[in-house]
Every structure is written in structure tokens, then in C-alpha cells.
């Protein structure tokens, strides 16, 4: 990491999985972790995100002090997580307050929840994943037989996945001719199985595509933004907790604050961002990356804070169509006001909720 910043990583929370959160914290416990003062601000807020160049803007803006520079006297407390479900299952249990999340997982939230409990209130990241087989498959047709993996089951990689399957004629877990099993696991148990030849490929978000091409040999056969209009579609968002949302509003525009600064310093400076980029996962996961993927993996994601809202319903849509989500009315899902209110402060454009806002 550069010495560009100078204030140090937050503690970083120490984490079980998700569900034991879920059975160790409940939503009245974990109101006990932050303190109200009179303008809104909390004591502490915890923050959760994967380490993934898909989530580069949290974890630079956690890693180089932007974001606590941002938040001041709100001290920043941090946890990782692999996949979505887990993520927002924290969240909905109150172990966490905020969370960088895919569409999908954030949609199940928003409607197990009958969009009481969570808001989406900014983007994060857009493209950056994807489809990588290996060398013996050439063709989409190559795919009939084989096994891919995905992070989580009902993860947004998990439904780009199985819906693309769908649409190209194919069974997914079932039998015949034309079946294609898809196994959700650890990312980088995907990796070691994809070089032992023991799975044949994975829908993957960034930088898990690149080190599928770059360390097993594989190569990219569906990109996902060749399926999207314009190919802009939501990977990152930033969902938070309604009731942290309302009790600590000052604290929750100062972290898209530090978000806002840190996706700008990243877009300004690309070559050092891949240098900080790769130290931090490295610190983050204990493994570095082989050389050159973080800058690779950094080119394959458009960074920022819209929230490509006009793609999210047909996320939901695609979730409906392989039996993962019931029917569900996402108006109300987005509360931009505070985003929007930052951009202004700033000299920049406002982003649209595509007609799902607030009620």
C-alpha cells in the first residue's frame, strides 16, 4: 500500500459466519452496539463487505482510512463476508448495520422483510463477472454434461448463472442430455477444483474471473455485460439497516461521503489503486494475487455509486424465473436522498431510483 493516506485500517471485526451472528445477536442486542447523539450521528457503525476487486471501493476506502476520515468521531467497525446471503442475513439480524451486497441477495432482504427492514442507498460497482470454463469447452452448446460453480445459492452470481442456463435451453441439477449441474461454493475452493479439472468452470465476480483465466488455464465465454443494454448492470450496492437509516442519518451520508471520495481517487489513479488494491486483499485474505489480475481484474469493473436502479428490476425478475423469489414489489427498495444530497455537495449529477423509491 502507498503512503498516501495515513490514517490506518479500522478494527476489523472478528467474524464467525453469518449464521452464528444470527444466533448470537439479536436485532434488541445489537441496538446496544451504537449510541445516538443529538444530530444523528452513532457512535459506531459496522460495516460489512467481500473481498472482491467488485467491492475495491469499500475495501480502499476502509483500507486507506477514507472512509473513518469521513465518518470522524463514528468509529468503523468492519466485517468480510464470501457471498451475499450470509451478508445480508447479518444484516437483517443485526449483527451488522451496512452492507455491500449484490442485487439479488439485497432484493431477498427487502422481501423477506416485506420492505420494512432494509434500503438501498447507493451503487457500488457495475460488470465485472462473468462465465469462465475450461479449454475443452468452445461453445455454449459445450456446456450440456458439465459443472460450474457459483459463490452462494441465491447469490447474484447463483441467478445470472442459472437464468442464462435457462435461456440457452438448458436443465440446471436435474438429468438428461441437456443438464448442466451448478455446485455454490467458496470461491477459492472453485479455483483449486477448476485446476484439479474436478469442475469445469464458474460464474464468478471479479477478481475470481481473472485468477480462473490467469492461474487455471480457463477462458471468459460469457461476460455478463454482453447480456445488458448499454452493458450496465448492477453488481455492488450499498444496503443498509432502515432503522440505522432513521435513527443515524448524519453517520450514514458520511459514509457515502467517504464512498464518493474513494471510487473518485480510484478512478483517478487506476495503476496505483491496482498496487493498493492487491495489498489490501492480500491482507484481507492472506493470499496475494498473481501479478498483474488486481489491475486486469480492476479494468472489468466500472466503479462508483449509481445505482444502475433501471437493471434491478430485471434482477428480480430473472431470480422469479429460476424459482429463487416469489413475485416481489420493489417499490420503495431505493432511498437515494442522502446519495444524492452528498453528489450535490459536490458538483455532481444526481443518480435516478428508475421509479423505486420511497412510497
Known sequence: MTNRFSIALASAA????????????????????????????????RLGYFPNVTHAVPVLGVEQGLYQKALGKTKLETQTFNAGPAATQALLSGAIDAVYVGPNPAINAYSKSNGEAVRLIAGGASGGAGLVVS??????????????????????????????????????????????????????????????????????????????????????????????????????????????????PQTVKELLEGQVDTADWINSNKAEAATDLDAALKKLTGKSLPKGVAATALGNVTLGWDPYASSLQTVADHAVDVDLLKKTDLKGIYDLTLLNEVLKAKGKPAVSDAGLGQK
Open 14 to 45: 472478528v467474524a464467525a459466519l453469518a449464521t452464528a451472528a444470527v444466533a448470537g445477536c439479536s436485532s434488541s442486542d445489537a441496538s446496544s452496539a451504537v449510541t445516538q447523539s443529538g444530530d444523528g450521528t452513532a457512535s459506531t457503525l
Open 135 to 248: 479449454s475443452k469447452i468452445n461453445s455454449v452448446s459445450d456446456l450440456a454434461g458439465k459443472t460450474i460453480a457459483t459463490p452462494q445459492l441465491g447469490g447474484t452470481q447463483d441467478i445470472a448463472a442459472k437464468h442464462y442456463l435457462k435461456q440457452q435451453g438448458f436443465t440446471v441439477n436435474g438429468s438428461g442430455a441437456k443438464n448442466v449441474t451448478i455446485v455454490a461454493q467458496d470461491n477459492a475452493q472453485t479455483l483449486d477444483l477448476f485446476k484439479q479439472g474436478r469442475i469445469d468452470g464458474g460464474w464468478l465476480p471479479e477478481p475470481w474471473l481473472t485468477r480462473l483465466v490467469a492461474q487455471g488455464g480457463g477462458h471468459v465465454l460469457v461476460d455478463e455485460k454482453t447480456l445488458w443494454p448499454g452493458g450496465q448492470f448492477i453488481t455492488t450496492n450499498l444496503l443498509v439497516s432502515t432503522k440505522f437509516l432513521k435513527q443515524y
